[in-house]
């Protein structure tokens, strides 16, 4: 596939209001939610109170000719929005509404949730958020294109971050799992998790783009919220590829998140002893080999999964552990 000529744009000026480097684990449970609704301020000041993150949808949820009501929805909303309740992004449409956007009350959101990115287009997005009063808001890009089909392009795509200098704005990559379907021409198939079917190699595929850059990736929702053992495979699955934060379209959803990325107590005991300052090479504990020098981003993880989302009690986690 031949991208297109991407846009110039000149360096984005200094950011010294740039917040301390976003922990994705902060995602945890990421609700969508129409921006038509008449709920807005509900929704985002605590009405699920386990709820992690939500996000203002201005793109596919809502129909062209309710994009009007969505943004004068948020226009309304957002300068209602205190400190409690979750992490609050939106999803855009395009740049212009992003333009739009820009120019409401954004003291109480992180960023934005950028839809369908690609190498081509994704200056345009960033071109609006140059100015130092936007410093401090994050961006989301969502891979979910035939383009996120190629590890060509998607090589394109982190090379252009990383030679703009934009990784400090990035929070992390969404996988677009329903689009990334619609361009299969399928389906996800109820009681099978994304890692069955055909975005596995799509999904392994852009972690091995994105993570050894230092990209986190959050995981894709699974639309059945009826099904919650498939739902709870599918997260021990995410965890597995190194996936975090999980995309859900429904408040059910919630629980089964927070619960899937709380801790193993053997786990959070070798993540200390791994990143202990005198640790041995190579140890042992709890049956397997502990090697500082291979395991340290993973025990990372499991330090900030654990100041997150706490420990599993001991008979609970003795259940679920090798």
């Known amino acids: 596939m031949t991208l297109p000529d991407l846009p110039s744009l000149p360096d984005l000026p200094s950011l010294p209001d740039l917040p301390a480097p976003f922990d994705p ?3 945890g ?6 921006a038509t609704r008449p709920d807005l301020v509900e929704l985002g000041s605590g009405r699920w109170p386990d709820l992690t993150s939500l996000i203002y949808c201005t793109e596919d949820a809502v129909r062209e000719d309710d994009l009007p009501l969505a943004l004068a929805n948020l226009r309304a909303a957002l300068p209602q929005l205190g400190e409690r309740g979750p992490l609050r992004l939106i999803r855009v449409r395009n740049p ?4 739009e956007v820009l120019g409401m009350d954004l003291r109480a959101v992180t960023g934005f949730v950028l839809p ?39 090589t394109a795509l982190r090379d252009l971050i990383l030679t703009r200098g934009w990784q400090d704005r990035v929070g992390g990559l969404r996988i677009g799992g329903n689009d990334l379907m619609h361009a299969l021409g399928v389906r996800r198939t109820p009681g099978r998790t994304v890692f069955e079917g055909p975005l596995q190699r799509v999904i392994s595929m852009l972690i091995g783009v994105f993570k050894p850059a230092g990209f986190a990736l ?27 934060g999980k995309t859900i379209i429904h408040p059910a959803q919630i629980a089964a998140v927070l619960g899937a990325y709380a801790v193993h107590p053997h786990d959070l005991q070798e993540a200390h002893a791994i990143l202990a300052p005198d640790a041995p090479a190579v140890f042992s504990m709890n049956g397997r080999m502990c090697e500082p020098a291979t395991h340290t981003r993973w025990a990372a993880d499991i330090l900030a999964r654990a100041g997150r989302y706490g420990v599993l009690p001991e008979q609970q ?5 090798f």
């Not at 449970?29 to 129409?34: C, G, M, Q, R």
Request: charged share 20%; glycine share 4%; hydrophobic share 40%.
């Open 25 to 27: 684990w902060t995602l």
């Open 29 to 34: 449970a990421s609700l969508y939610t129409p």
């Open 96 to 99: 212009a509404v992003l333009r």
């Open 116 to 154: 369908k990115i690609h190498a081509g287009n994704l200056a345009a997005y960033l071109n609006e958020l140059g100015a130092p009063e936007h410093a401090h808001l994050r961006v989301f890009p969502t891979l979910e294109t035939r383009e996120a089909l190629s590890e060509t392009d998607m």
């Open 218 to 244: 959050s995981s894709p929702v699974y639309e059945v919220f009826s099904d919650p053992a498939t739902l709870a495979r599918e997260l021990q699955q995410d965890l597995e590829y190194g996936l975090c």
């Open 317 to 321: 986690s003795e259940a679920l552990h």
